[in-house]
């Protein structure tokens, strides 16, 4: 038989309305969620730069979008744990 969780239904729930997934999941959501919003905000930047805000931004600015995503997010994956042994080399662990 079921037990009940001891957590309130609304926060067993993401802002989607889907369920949360297990907490080994946040290995690959955290890189995920990193590598899009970084990619999103560096390829903008760059598109404007080398291009400006003419007729075809959206495609050029798309394009670069998926085609640094696709780097960076295995690369992320890759290198987190070698940059998280590095932080915690540099950092003093808490008590």
Known sequence: M??????APSSRKTFF??????ARSAAWVMPLLLSLLMTFIVSLISTVRVAG???DFLRLWLS???LSWVVAFPTLLLVLPVVRRA???????PN
């Open 2 to 7: 079921n037990q009940p969780s001891s957590l």
């Open 17 to 22: 309305g889907l369920p949360k997934l297990p």
């Open 53 to 55: 805000f003419s007729l």
């Open 64 to 66: 670069a979008w998926v």
């Open 87 to 93: 932080t915690a080399a540099i950092v003093e662990t």
